[in-house]
């Protein structure tokens, strides 16, 4: 039985990841600053309801306590079918299985739903936990690049891992 599900970013969403990005500020530092105020919301709710970005808010299926957020943005069709993956998770649920659970689903989503066949996620080096769910859902590692995202006012370096179509064998 699962014990994730995803649900695709409303508006109405708002209240609650506010809360949420406040509760995990401190997990998510340095490697993400996701808003933490009401009004940081319509700005970013407005770039992931667009037509090269989906947004999914994974849940607990047990109780509906938000896991994490995932979104597949710069979705590219025709001859390169790819997105870039972003995501992050919940401390208090951290290490029970349930973002490994919930990044599966989101790339079988991205392949079989949107039809993509690759699907790339950028890690900051020193960002091991998102390193090993990369690698826990079949991400294989490509290459560096350097100074590649500017997070937090500073460039940074990043690994690029990605999982193919035929990738996927769940």
Sequence with gaps: MARVV?????????????????????????????????????????????????????????????????????????????????????????GQGYMTEALRLVVRAGFYELGLHRIEANIQPGNAPSIALARRAGFRKEGFSPRYLKIGGQWRDHERWAILADDDRE
Excluded: K
Aim: hydrophobic content about 45%; glycine content about 10%; overall charge negative.
């Design 6 to 94: 995803l649900a695709q970013l409303r508006r109405g969403d708002a209240d609650e990841l506010v809360a949420f990005h406040r509760e995990n500020q401190a997990f998510h530092a340095p490697w993400v600053s996701p808003f933490t105020e009401p009004e940081g919301f319509e700005p970013w709710f407005a770039q992931r309801v667009t037509g090269s970005h989906v947004t999914w808010l994974a849940r607990e299926a047990a109780t509906g306590a938000m896991v994490g957020v995932f979104n597949l943005g710069h979705i590219v069709l025709g001859p390169m079918c790819s997105a870039y993956l972003g995501y992050y998770g919940s401390a208090r649920l951290a």
